[in-house]
């Protein structure tokens, strides 16, 4: 015969192992509604949406290959294959980076990103804000992932090269063109969507302008790994912080600029000079569509050769990747916003037909990035 005080230890223990459970069971769906609520995308209405008509100089061209429809269509179809192939969330769901590289690290082999990458992506979720209904939450989730990785320099500057999933990744110098590309998406992004429940951009850029004037005073021009003349972003920079310091800036690199563009030759021999002068040639493309001063549309008219041996030569090494600088491809994209002010459509359009087709068949996040911007631009999406 059973004694009746076992039972009730028995009973006890059965008791106490359902509470257990309940426990447990009430704990994995508050951590389920969480991780949902964090991974719920917070729609947010949109100024401009895409497709938007961008205010160009009054020379500028834009591609004219098929009909309207079809050009943004091809330009959605390139972003959401953009999104599956290179986007990321960070383990908790709460940020998001673009998956640049992997790289090995012990026994491990990691997923990495860079600054400039965030930059870029940034940029772009602003451009495509509208169609994109997830375009406002993923540039927050974007910025989330910048502001957790700051740089040894500044807390309020990004590292310029992360590995997501290290615990406690080292904090590296910032990359100043990169911050120029993070700071200018803060200004677009309040012109796109407002103020944000999460983010105060105003307060935001005000720090990173600071910041990144302090970092930008402190490299000489002739540092052409470091130092990217942006007159677009710099003009923004000059309205909204120390204008003196940045109308400075901006005349110190556009001498250096001039100084190194005689006798320039492509070469896409993944060199830091070639994707300074690459980088270089974005901006002055931009700024001759986008300002209206005549001068940087007479900077632009010296790039004129470069901008055909670019589109003759680069085509045929699109499938070529070199690891230790920009690709063929985010070369070839970072010469098309010049294309559109040679005053030449059928140039224009052979840079539409070849970076609008062109399938990528290696992992080449910067160029396929730059080639989405690259065809908002010649499309006449890319607005001030």
């Known amino acids: 015969m059973i004694e009746i005080p076992y039972m009730v230890k028995i009973l006890a223990s059965v008791i106490l192992a359902f509470l257990l459970l309940g426990i447990a069971i009430i704990f994995i769906n508050k ?3 969480r991780r949902q609520q964090d991974a719920t995308v917070r729609e947010r209405q949109s100024r401009k949406p895409f497709p938007q008509s961008a205010t160009l100089s009054e020379n500028a061209l834009i591609a004219k290959q098929g009909d309207p429809q079809s050009r943004e269509q091809i330009i959605r179809d390139h972003y959401r294959d ?17 998956r640049v590289g992997v790289e090995r690290k012990r026994l491990r082999y990691q997923v990495s990103t860079t600054s400039l990458a965030q930059g870029f992506a940034l940029l772009q979720s602003v451009l495509i804000g509208g169609d994109d209904l997830a375009a406002s939450d993923r540039y927050e989730r974007l910025l989330t992932f910048v502001i957790a990785y700051p740089s040894n320099q500044s807390e309020d500057l990004c590292s310029w090269h992360t590995l997501p999933d ?44 600071s910041a990144l004037l302090e970092l930008q005073q402190s490299i000489e021009a002739s540092d052409h790994k470091r130092a990217i ?16 310091a940045w109308q400075k ?23 830091a000079e070639e994707a300074w002068l690459a980088f270089s040639t974005l901006h002055v493309g931009l700024a001759g569509l986008l300002l209206k001063e005549s001068s940087h549309q007479n900077l632009a008219n010296q790039f004129e050769g470069l901008v055909y041996d670019a589109i003759k030569t680069l085509p045929a090494k699109l499938e070529q990747a070199d690891e230790d600088g920009l690709s063929p491809l985010a070369l070839l994209a970072c010469y098309a916003p010049l294309a559109m002010l040679q005053n030449d459509q059928d140039l224009l359009e052979k ?4 970076l609008s087709t062109h399938k990528s068949t290696q992992h ?9 911007l690259a065809l908002m631009t010649m499309n006449g999406n890319f607005w001030v």
Not at 230 to 242: I, V, W
Not at 364 to 372: S, Y
């Open 229 to 244: 003349y942006a007159p677009l972003f710099f003009d923004a920079f000059a309205r909204h912080s120390d204008a003196e």
């Open 351 to 354: 840079y539409w037909q070849t």
């Open 82 to 98: 953009w999104l599956a192939r290179y986007l990321l969330p960070t383990y908790d769901a709460r940020g998001a980076f673009v």
């Open 249 to 271: 800036i901006a005349l110190d690199l556009r001498k250096e600029l001039l100084a190194h563009i005689k006798g320039a030759e492509l070469i896409a021999d993944g060199s």
């Open 31 to 33: 951590t389920r509604k």
């Open 364 to 372: 080449d996040a910067i160029g396929e990035t730059l080639r989405l």
């Open 166 to 209: 290290m615990t406690a990744p080292p904090k590296l110098e910032s990359d100043p063109h990169a911050e120029a590309w993070i700071a200018y998406s803060l200004l677009m992004a309040e012109k796109q969507w407002g103020q944000s429940e999460n983010f105060d951009y105003k307060r935001m850029l005000e720090y990173r302008l």
